[in-house]
């Protein structure tokens, strides 16, 4: 005989089904267990109800007491045959102390010979229902004349092992052989996802059933191509798919992850994307997966609505968002484009800019987004409210200055309207102002009490000192390079000392600008007492050595190479070490430096810089070999005092008849020795690319220490970078410079001013802008003004691309003129610039407004590396 069971069958074995009677059984115990009578005729029933036999019920089927009208075997046989009955059931369960037997009997109306005897044995009436059921198998294999399986067997899989399908295969050799298990088997295999058909044959052998699982495998996918896709490169969908080239086919998953590049390309605001796929069958029962992709237009933002504002206007608001709506300029400022999460903080935006003007119950509801073809409108519904005053301010609880102190810190005090961002910083500030003072887990909480009546709101700073905490210890973990007295002496806190939160926090900022780690953790835990503080210092150091190499062309040196070996961080003590080399049609230079930090372990830097260095100027050629030596201090917060003094030795040589009459004084060798003191003052956000903050320095040198060489010069620079909507940003430079000879020496025009080029006033050619004597020879001059503006906007911010456009002005002035801000050359342009690995480079375009007769009156391309102002 052979079963087939296709792909979930419901299985039967007999044309015809078994009808059986099962009588009530006796009970023999000293327990009234009387229940037991029905109960366990039921669970057998229930037993042989699912492998397929009828249950008959005639009347006496449910009476306990059915001995009294039946008689011996032949009064069991004639129920059999006046009920139909294929089969009559009856049985006992006797139960002495904890053990019991079940006996049953089984007899066929039409079939002589004594009845069939079943009989079990167990302990515990708790294990009683495990033995009915047994004993049910049992009726079962004699009712329907079932066989054991003798062997499972695995056909057709390829890729899968059988060990795995097994594995998941309930019927094991020796198990009764029951169609409705198999089929509880199948759906388990097939449940695996790996197969597109599954057959189960059974086939008669001398042990019994020989069963065999016959598998179809599914196609694997070879390869996932994509077509139409423009927004998005290969590469980048298939990092957000969960199928694989290897996996299998399987046609719910590719479902699912179409439906991941769709949520892929509403990222990008392509709403309207439609994807389908194909199978491309291929040999060895693999297939190419294609996805088919209709990008669609961009779906931007049409209009931004408001409901409800009456203080503001729709104007004010939508400035306040960083969501957009489209605008001229969509496609550099990417005004237009719904970001979610953007849009979830512009609700917080919004809520802020009300509640910090004195909408304290201001609401500012769920936006509600709707899609029309390839617009976008979003609506957002304010609840402003009542408008509150600033009323009485007051601190009370454990003062650590007077209240007049205390009051005198409170910036909501000048405030007319209740804002809540002043309210938090004065909070912050108060927090500070206790960990000051040793108390790091002071309590300060503002108890806000509404007036309703005159929309006023009181405040109270309530406030708990707690105890006074010291650093008992500083453990600094995750440095393997870095010295422990580096990161130390950055944090400015010291074991033993009272808590400072203020200095901390100044001590984790100078720690990330030192640019060593990746990531610095902070964590604060309790010491040996309340009032001791452990600090935790765990820090993830980066690579701070660095080598680079390029070339390029210069609009001031033409074709040039270039070469840098860099060690910020030297044997783990934060010296730094610099390799340099530049080779170009003007220049030829090299240096090497050396800077360290802490001399003597105070913040007092000390360096050293030697370089060799040919410079091509348009009359002449000048060769030096000098060396400097560099001595700088902070004084205050973001400020240092630096001295430097210069040793150079030039040979001015090659100079042409039009040269000026200090070049062709210098021909030869000569000295240069001076001293050069400045102050600086830097609280950039970045070195490399800042959008915030402001840098101004103050330099006075001179020179005539000795040597050929003489002159003072003053030079001023300030620099003002303001961060603007769309991660944009606005620059402000100005520039003024001064230099005079000094008696019985020269000065050169090297060191004099000049403008012109791609670091001054751009538009115009390198040092074009410049003082000239009576022959019309550029000699530079001793007075120079310079004022620069630029809007920085970003291009590819995460390759650190950003684009600008710029206006620049100045001028540079004889000893005898008097500056003239109102006679300023003028450029503007725009240009592009990446922040490379080998450091920043520039590609800019100026054009001269107002240049003199023979200056270049077109606009002009020009490149360079290193920062700008």
Same mark, same amino acid.
């Given at each position: 005989?052979?079963?087939?069971?296709?792909?979930?069958?419901?299985?039967?074995?007999?044309?015809?089904?078994?009808?059986?009677?099962?009588?009530?059984?006796?009970?023999?115990?000293?327990?009234?267990?009387?229940?037991?009578?029905?109960?366990?005729?039921?669970?057998?029933?229930?037993?042989?109800?699912?492998?397929?036999?009828?249950?008959?019920?005639?009347?006496?089927?449910?009476?306990?007491?059915?001995?009294?009208?039946?008689?011996?075997?032949?009064?069991?046989?004639?129920?059999?045959?006046?009920?139909?009955?294929?089969?009559?059931?009856?049985?006992?369960?006797?139960?002495?102390?904890?053990?019991?037997?079940?006996?049953?009997?089984?007899?066929?109306?039409?079939?002589?010979?004594?009845?069939?005897?079943?009989?079990?044995?167990?302990?515990?009436?708790?294990?009683?229902?495990?033995?009915?059921?047994?004993?049910?198998?049992?009726?079962?294999?004699?009712?329907?004349?079932?066989?054991?399986?003798?062997?499972?067997?695995?056909?057709?899989?390829?890729?899968?092992?059988?060990?795995?399908?097994?594995?998941?295969?309930?019927?094991?050799?020796?198990?009764?052989?029951?169609?409705?298990?198999?089929?509880?088997?199948?759906?388990?295999?097939?449940?695996?996802?790996?197969?597109?058909?599954?057959?189960?044959?059974?086939?008669?052998?001398?042990?019994?059933?020989?069963?065999?699982?016959?598998?179809?495998? @599914?196609?694997? &996918?070879?390869? #996932?191509? +994509?077509? /139409? !896709? *423009? =927004? $998005?490169? %290969?590469?980048?969908?298939?990092?957000?798919?969960?199928?694989?080239?290897?996996?299998?086919?399987?046609?719910?998953?590719?479902?699912?992850?179409?439906?991941?590049?769709?949520?892929?390309?509403?990222?990008?605001?392509?709403?309207?994307?439609?994807?389908?796929?194909?199978?491309?069958?291929?040999?060895?029962?693999?297939?190419?997966?294609?996805?088919?992709?209709?990008?669609?237009? @961009?779906?931007? &933002?049409?209009? #931004?609505? +408001?409901? /409800? !504002? *009456? =203080? $503001?206007? %729709?104007?004010?608001?939508?400035?306040?968002?960083?969501?957009?709506?489209?605008?001229?300029?969509?496609?550099?400022?990417?005004?237009?484009?719904?970001?979610?999460?953007?849009?979830?903080?512009?609700?917080?935006?919004?809520?802020?800019?009300?509640?910090?003007?004195?909408?304290?119950?201001?609401?500012?509801?769920?936006?509600?987004?709707?899609?029309?073809?390839?617009?976008?409108?979003?609506?957002?519904?304010?609840?402003?409210?009542?408008?509150?005053?600033?009323?009485?301010? %007051?601190?009370?609880?454990?003062?650590?200055?007077?209240?007049?102190?205390?009051?005198?810190?409170?910036?909501?005090?000048?405030?007319?309207?209740?804002?809540?961002?002043?309210?938090?910083?004065?909070?912050?500030?108060?927090?500070?102002?206790?960990?000051?003072?040793?108390?790091?887990?002071?309590?300060?909480?503002?108890?806000?009490?509404?007036?309703?009546?005159?929309?006023?709101?009181?405040?109270?700073?309530?406030?708990?000192?707690?105890?006074?905490?010291?650093?008992?210890?500083?453990?600094?973990?995750?440095?393997?390079?870095?010295?422990?007295?580096?990161?130390?002496?950055?944090?400015?806190?010291?074991?033993?000392?009272?808590?400072?939160?203020?200095?901390?926090?100044?001590?984790?900022?100078?720690?990330?600008?030192?640019?060593?780690?990746?990531?610095?953790?902070?964590?604060?835990?309790?010491?040996?007492?309340?009032?001791?503080?452990?600090?935790?210092?765990?820090?993830?150091?980066?690579?701070?050595?660095?080598?680079?190499?390029?070339?390029?062309?210069?609009?001031?040196?033409?074709?040039?190479?270039?070469?840098?070996?860099?060690?910020?961080?030297?044997?783990?003590?934060?010296?730094?070490?610099?390799?340099?080399?530049?080779?170009?049609?003007?220049?030829?230079?090299?240096?090497?430096?050396?800077?360290?930090?802490?001399?003597?372990?105070?913040?007092?830097?000390?360096?050293?810089?030697?370089?060799?260095?040919?410079?091509?100027?348009?009359?002449?050629?000048?060769?030096?070999?000098?060396?400097?030596?560099?001595?700088?201090?902070?004084?205050?917060?973001?400020?240092?005092?630096?001295?430097?003094?210069?040793?150079?030795?030039?040979?001015?040589?090659?100079?042409?008849?039009?040269?000026?009459?200090?070049?062709?004084?210098?021909?030869?060798?000569?000295?240069?020795?001076?001293?050069?003191?400045?102050?600086?003052?830097?609280?950039?956000?970045?070195?490399?690319?800042?959008?915030?903050?402001?840098?101004?320095?103050?330099?006075?040198?001179?020179?005539?220490?000795?040597?050929?060489?003489?002159?003072?010069?003053?030079?001023?620079?300030?620099?003002?970078?303001?961060?603007?909507?769309?991660?944009?940003?606005?620059?402000?430079?100005?520039?003024?410079?001064?230099?005079?000879?000094?008696?019985?020496?020269?000065?050169?025009?090297?060191?004099?001013?000049?403008?012109?080029?791609?670091?001054?006033?751009?538009?115009?050619?390198?040092?074009?802008?410049?003082?000239?004597?009576?022959?019309?020879?550029?000699?530079?001059?001793?007075?120079?003004?310079?004022?620069?503006?630029?809007?920085?906007?970003?291009?590819?911010?995460?390759?650190?691309?950003?684009?600008?456009?710029?206006?620049?002005?100045?001028?540079?002035?004889?000893?005898?003129?008097?500056?003239?801000?109102?006679?300023?050359?003028?450029?503007?342009?725009?240009?592009?610039?990446?922040?490379?690995?080998?450091?920043?480079?520039?590609?800019?375009?100026?054009?001269?407004?107002?240049?003199?007769?023979?200056?270049?009156?077109?606009?002009?391309?020009?490149?360079?590396?290193?920062?700008?102002?």
């Amino acid at each position: 005989m052979v079963l087939v069971l296709v792909l979930l069958p419901q299985a039967a074995f007999s044309a015809e089904p078994i009808q059986v009677v099962i009588l009530p059984f006796e009970i023999h115990a000293r327990e009234d267990m009387a229940y037991l009578k029905t109960e366990i005729p039921k669970l057998i029933k229930d037993e042989l109800r699912q492998e397929g036999a009828t249950l008959l019920e005639p009347p006496i089927a449910s009476d306990t007491q059915w001995r009294r009208q039946i008689t011996g075997t032949a009064g069991l046989r004639e129920l059999g045959v006046q009920t139909g009955a294929d089969y009559v059931l009856w049985g006992s369960l006797t139960r002495i102390g904890k053990r019991y037997s079940l006996d049953a009997r089984m007899i066929a109306p039409f079939q002589e010979g004594p009845p069939t005897v079943f009989f079990l044995e167990g302990d515990g009436i708790e294990n009683l229902i495990g033995s009915v059921r047994e004993l049910a198998r049992n009726l079962s294999m004699k009712l329907f004349k079932r066989m054991k399986v003798a062997k499972i067997v695995i056909r057709g899989n390829d890729r899968i092992e059988s060990d795995a399908i097994e594995r998941l295969i309930k019927t094991k050799p020796g198990d009764l052989f029951i169609p409705k298990d198999l089929s509880a088997d199948l759906k388990a295999v097939y449940a695996m996802g790996y197969f597109e058909d599954i057959r189960i044959e059974a086939e008669d052998s001398p042990e019994g059933k020989i069963v065999f699982f016959n598998v179809k495998e @599914k196609q694997t &996918i070879r390869n #996932i191509i +994509f077509k /139409g !896709n *423009k =927004a $998005y490169s %290969d590469d980048e969908v298939v990092e957000n798919l969960t199928l694989k080239a290897g996996s299998i086919l399987n046609v719910f998953q590719i479902q699912n992850n179409i439906r991941r590049i769709e949520e892929l390309y509403k990222e990008k605001n392509y709403h309207n994307v439609k994807i389908d796929y194909k199978i491309v069958d291929r040999e060895n029962n693999v297939a190419d997966l294609q996805f088919n992709i209709e990008e669609g237009p @961009k779906v931007l &933002i049409k209009k #931004i609505s +408001f409901v /409800g !504002n *009456k =203080a $503001y206007t %729709d104007k004010k608001l939508k400035g306040i968002m960083k969501s957009s709506e489209k605008g001229f300029l969509s496609f550099l400022t990417s005004s237009g484009e719904l970001n979610k999460e953007e849009l979830n903080q512009d609700v917080k935006k919004l809520t802020a800019y009300y509640q910090n003007r004195g909408f304290i119950q201001a609401k500012v509801g769920e936006p509600e987004v709707t899609y029309e073809d390839k617009w976008i409108y979003i609506t957002l519904k304010i609840e402003e409210g009542p408008r509150f005053k600033v009323g009485k301010v %007051d601190v009370a609880g454990e003062l650590v200055q007077s209240r007049e102190e205390l009051m005198s810190t409170l910036k909501i005090l000048k405030e007319a309207y209740y804002n809540r961002e002043i309210l938090r910083n004065d909070v912050l500030n108060l927090t500070d102002l206790y960990s000051d003072e040793g108390y790091a887990y002071a309590d300060i909480a503002p108890r806000i009490d509404r007036n309703l009546e005159k929309l006023l709101v009181n405040i109270t700073f309530d406030i708990k000192k707690g105890n006074q905490a010291y650093f008992e210890k500083i453990i600094i973990s995750g440095n393997t390079k870095t010295r422990d007295k580096v990161i130390r002496r950055e944090l400015d806190v010291y074991e033993q000392e009272l808590y400072s939160g203020r200095r901390l926090k100044q001590g984790v900022r100078s720690l990330y600008q030192l640019d060593f780690f990746e990531d610095i953790k902070v964590n604060t835990l309790k010491g040996s007492s309340d009032d001791q503080m452990v600090l935790k210092i765990d820090v993830k150091e980066k690579p701070t050595g660095s080598f680079s190499f390029g070339g390029g062309y210069s609009s001031v040196d033409d074709l040039f190479f270039v070469a840098n070996i860099t060690q910020r961080n030297l044997f783990g003590r934060a010296q730094r070490l610099n390799l340099n080399a530049h080779i170009g049609g003007r220049v030829v230079n090299y240096a090497i430096s050396y800077t360290e930090p802490w001399l003597f372990d105070i913040p007092l830097s000390a360096g050293a810089d030697i370089y060799d260095r040919t410079m091509d100027y348009d009359t002449y050629d000048k060769d030096a070999i000098g060396t400097k030596v560099r001595f700088g201090y902070p004084v205050y917060r973001f400020t240092r005092v630096n001295v430097t003094y210069l040793l150079e030795r030039a040979d001015i040589r090659n100079v042409t008849s039009d040269a000026s009459r200090s070049i062709k004084e210098l021909e030869g060798n000569n000295l240069q020795s001076s001293v050069t003191t400045s102050i600086n003052y830097d609280s950039r956000n970045s070195r490399m690319t800042p959008t915030d903050g402001s840098n101004h320095s103050l330099l006075f040198e001179y020179s005539g220490l000795g040597g050929d060489i003489g002159f003072t010069k003053i030079v001023g620079d300030t620099g003002w970078y303001f961060p603007f909507y769309w991660q944009t940003s606005f620059f402000a430079h100005a520039r003024g410079g001064w230099v005079r000879e000094a008696s019985n020496k020269i000065l050169p025009d090297y060191e004099k001013f000049y403008l012109g080029g791609i670091r001054s006033v751009r538009g115009y050619d390198w040092h074009d802008i410049s003082a000239r004597d009576s022959d019309g020879i550029k000699i530079g001059g001793e007075k120079m003004a310079q004022i620069n503006f630029e809007y920085i906007f970003p291009l590819l911010k995460k390759a650190g691309v950003t684009g600008v456009v710029f206006f620049d002005a100045g001028n540079v002035y004889a000893s005898d003129e008097i500056y003239d801000i109102t006679d300023l050359y003028a450029g503007a342009g725009g240009g592009i610039r990446w922040n490379s690995p080998m450091g920043p480079i520039r590609l800019e375009w100026g054009y001269p407004i107002n240049p003199d007769p023979g200056m270049r009156d077109t606009g002009r391309w020009e490149f360079g590396m290193g920062g700008s102002f």
